[in-house]
């Protein structure tokens, strides 16, 4: 099955500074996703990120907010930018192949202080 | 957009019976249904998935069950084990291999089995 790597897998920031998350495919996937998962609660899609082209973002998030990379077709980024304690959250990246299931990163579980 | 619905968002069950969840949809563009499995501090692992050309699917002791009609579907856990304590979510999409696209996912059940 395909291995997706996520790192950090958790790490505690100041406010007012970034995190940049980074999620490594060991295969080529056309599209990869962003989830942030809050304390005890669901997974709630941030963005899709595709190869060569700007991210797309759901309702409630903003690119400035979450500015993505993905520079090839088996890497991408998510950083989550001004920290505030509301951030403090589960980050996990996504993808699916043809015909397969979703996989999931082990997730970058952040603290916001 | 899509609207997943899980009810109830707990469950506490004797070890060896069955368990049922329930998790209706809104768009009925949604062909593929995923059903995940998180364990505390991990990663979402897909236990069962089903699509819309089917009713029915089973794998051992876990089944999944789609309405169309009524735009819901359910995960059976039959004979449940202390190991199948976790949290439960089940996901909805309009890609009908679930490749690029994305899945809107219910809220999750806690599933306890007491030994």
């Known amino acids: 099955s395909a291995v997706i790597s996520q790192k950090p897998s958790r790490d505690i920031c100041q406010r007012g500074t970034s995190l940049t998350i980074q999620c490594q495919v060991d295969?080529?996937?056309?599209?990869m996703f962003w989830y942030r998962q809050q304390p005890g609660q669901s997974l709630t899609l941030i963005a899709t990120a595709n190869q060569g082209s700007e991210a797309t973002y759901e309702s409630g998030f903003v690119i400035d907010k979450f500015p993505i990379s993905r520079p090839n077709l088996t890497f991408s980024t998510l950083t989550v930018s001004n920290l505030s304690p509301e951030d403090s959250s589960i980050y996990l990246c996504?993808?699916?192949?043809?015909?397969?299931?979703?996989?999931f990163g082990q997730g970058t579980r952040l603290t916001v202080v | 957009g899509e609207n997943v619905e899980q009810h109830p968002s707990t469950l506490s069950v004797q070890e060896g019976d069955s368990a049922v969840i329930k998790c209706t949809y809104s768009?009925?563009?949604?062909?593929?249904f995923p059903w995940y499995k998180q364990e505390l501090g991990k990663r979402p692992q897909l236990i069962i998935d089903i699509r819309s050309n089917v009713g029915e699917k089973k794998d051992q002791r876990i089944a999944v069950t789609l309405n169309k009609t009524a735009k819901h579907f359910s995960l059976h856990i039959t004979e449940t084990q202390p190991e199948d304590s976790a949290v439960y979510f089940c996901a909805a999409s309009k890609s009908w291999a679930g490749a690029n696209s994305k899945l809107t996912f219910g809220k999750g059940i806690t599933l306890s089995v007491r030994p």
């Open positions: 768009d009925s563009a949604s062909n593929y």
């Open positions: 996504s993808f699916s192949g043809v015909g397969t299931e979703a996989f």
């Open positions: 295969s080529q996937v056309t599209m």
